[in-house]
């Protein structure tokens, strides 16, 4: 097996390699003066299995690489060739809002489909699409940074008992809407969950209400997202866990997208710290989501070798 970095994430590129006992492929690539792709790869893929690993975030530069790639390397004669994007673009416009608007989800599903064998995504924004084959034709797997994150978070718990037996994690969903999810990660950590009420006394007034707040005084508390954008959210509820006395919280993310000046803004805010899953490369990353990847990159694998027996037969 061959994995191919496409959007320089060496260290997941490594940590993937380590566990399939795969090659990294090397990858010359650079832009001409008018925008254009060069790509040159100086290795052998005929016959091959090759996991193309891009990340999709600011998709449009390094979908239409992506495209270019997957050609290639079936013109080379890889047997087959998979793509690995731990964050998927282009899920957001999965309805007309407006008469004439453009269903790019769709259109770039049908794309991918066209040039790769399969697809591995974590958490991708499946908001009316219930699953990914609504829109892919080929196999995919989605798969869910819960269990992963909470395993990290109960790491940090027995850390934290260590030093103080009173000092716990407390995962904390900022509203009613987040509670399965935080009652997943709660659960995979090992410790409490916390949903906060609000109560809406207007379009700018909102209070809420932390049910024994006394009890959780010595807790650090853990707010826990897939998607960190503006950190609007996640630095509104600390502000409302220090009004009511708790410790700053810590926050996680599964995708680091962070819009501009957003993750200074956090940190100016009562924020203990930031950490991110390693789909996208930023400083934040802590939590490797790689092994997490492996076992889906084998089963859609045989998955393909199933299917294509049974087409020849």
């Given at each position: 097996?061959?994995?191919?970095c496409?959007?320089?994430?060496?260290?997941?590129?490594?940590?993937?390699?380590?566990?399939?006992?795969?090659?990294?492929?090397?990858l010359?690539?650079?832009?001409?003066?008018?925008?254009?792709h060069?790509?040159?790869?100086?290795?052998?893929?005929?016959g091959e299995d090759?996991?193309v690993?891009c990340?999709l975030?600011?998709p449009?530069?390094k979908?239409?690489?992506?495209?270019?790639?997957?050609?290639?390397l079936?013109?080379?004669?890889?047997?087959r060739v998979?793509?690995?994007?731990?964050y998927?673009?282009?899920?957001?416009?999965?309805?007309?809002?407006?008469?004439?608007e453009?269903?790019?989800s769709?259109?770039f599903?049908?794309?991918?489909?066209?040039?790769?064998?399969y697809?591995?995504t974590?958490?991708?924004?499946?908001?009316?699409?219930?699953?990914?084959?609504?829109?892919?034709s080929?196999?995919?797997r989605?798969?869910?940074?819960t269990r992963?994150?909470?395993?990290?978070?109960?790491?940090?718990?027995?850390?934290?008992?260590?030093?103080?037996?009173?000092q716990?994690?407390?995962?904390?969903?900022p509203?009613?809407?987040?509670?399965?999810?935080?009652?997943?990660?709660?659960?995979?950590?090992?410790?409490?969950?916390?949903?906060?009420?609000?109560t809406?006394?207007?379009?700018?007034d909102?209070a809420?209400?932390?049910?024994?707040?006394?009890?959780y005084r010595?807790?650090l508390?853990?707010m826990?997202?897939?998607?960190i954008?503006?950190g609007?959210?996640?630095?509104?509820?600390?502000?409302?866990?220090?009004?009511?006395?708790?410790?700053?919280?810590?926050c996680?993310?599964?995708?680091?997208?962070?819009a501009d000046g957003?993750e200074?803004e956090m940190?100016?805010?009562?924020?203990a710290?930031?950490?991110t899953?390693?789909?996208?490369?930023?400083?934040?990353?802590?939590i490797?989501?790689?092994?997490?990847?492996?076992?889906?990159?084998?089963?859609?694998?045989?998955?393909?070798?199933?299917?294509?027996?049974e087409?020849?037969?």
């Open positions: 097996m061959l994995i191919l496409m959007d320089g994430h060496q260290q997941l590129a490594e940590s993937l390699a380590q566990s399939l006992a795969a090659e990294v492929l090397p010359e690539h650079r832009h001409f003066p008018d925008g254009e060069y790509f040159n790869l100086p290795a052998e893929v005929n090759v996991v690993l990340h975030h600011q449009n530069d979908a239409m690489g992506l495209l270019f790639m997957a050609s290639h079936k013109e080379m004669g890889a047997k998979g793509l690995v994007a731990p998927l673009a282009y899920m957001r416009q999965d309805i007309r809002f407006q008469p004439g453009c269903l790019t769709k259109y599903a049908r794309l991918i489909s066209q040039h790769f064998d697809l591995v974590i958490d991708p924004h499946l908001h009316r699409y219930h699953h990914l084959n609504e829109i892919y080929i196999p995919t989605t798969l869910h940074a992963i994150i909470g395993e990290y978070l109960h790491t940090i718990g027995q850390q934290l008992s260590e030093q103080n037996p009173a716990k994690v407390l995962v904390v969903g509203d009613e809407e987040s509670e399965q999810w935080a009652k997943t990660v709660a659960s995979a950590a090992g410790c409490e969950h916390l949903v906060l009420t609000k809406r006394r207007g379009d700018r909102v809420i209400h932390i049910p024994d707040v006394e009890q010595q807790h508390p853990v826990v997202d897939d998607i954008s503006t609007r959210t996640m630095l509104r509820t600390a502000e409302q866990l220090q009004q009511q006395g708790l410790n700053a919280p810590l996680i993310g599964v995708h680091a997208v962070f957003a200074q940190r100016a805010g009562p924020i710290d930031i950490r899953c390693n789909c996208i490369p930023h400083s934040t990353n802590s490797d989501i790689g092994y997490l990847i492996t076992p889906a990159i084998l089963e859609l694998i045989l998955e393909c070798e199933s299917n294509s027996l087409y020849t037969l």
